[in-house]
């Protein structure tokens, strides 16, 4: 099991992604904006992976990945888009997930970010 965040500034999408990432077994907090993403991530350094959306109001999701990399050293980061294509996403060095996202799409890219970091930190 992992703790994950995820950020979404609609309500809908952010409990939608919630419930499957729960389903899958997973602890889930979620926020709606990058400043309280970065205030939970102070506050739970433990935290895994984050999950963002991409386009939010007032900061975008690529924007947040960006700036909290240095602090948030031991967090994966993941991105979801609605978007086909945004130059801004490129070179991230992140999961590029698409919106709309199924329930097997999304729970195997979280397992596949998961296992990578695992495999990375077992030096394998």
């Known amino acids: 099991m992992a703790k994950i965040l995820v950020v979404d500034d609609e309500p809908f999408m952010r409990m939608?992604?919630?419930d499957m990432i729960?389903?899958?077994?997973h602890e889930?907090?979620?926020?709606?904006?990058a400043n309280e993403a970065r205030a939970y991530l102070r506050q739970h350094p433990d935290t895994d992976l984050t999950l963002t959306d991409y386009n939010m109001r007032?900061?975008?999701g690529a924007?947040?990945?960006r700036t909290s990399r240095e602090e948030f050293r031991n967090v994966q980061f993941m991105i979801l888009t609605g978007s086909a294509d945004e130059p801004e996403l490129h070179g991230l060095g992140v999961p590029i997930l698409h919106k709309?996202?199924?329930y097997v799409a999304l729970t195997d890219a979280i397992?596949?970010?998961l296992a990578s970091v695992a495999h990375i930190a077992c030096g394998d």
Do not use: D, F, Y
């Open 16 to 18: 939608t992604l919630v």
């Open 22 to 25: 729960e389903e899958a077994g």
């Open 28 to 33: 889930v907090c979620a926020v709606e904006s």
């Open 58 to 60: 007032g900061e975008t």
């Open 63 to 65: 924007s947040l990945i």
């Open 100 to 102: 709309p996202i199924g």
């Open 111 to 113: 397992a596949t970010k």
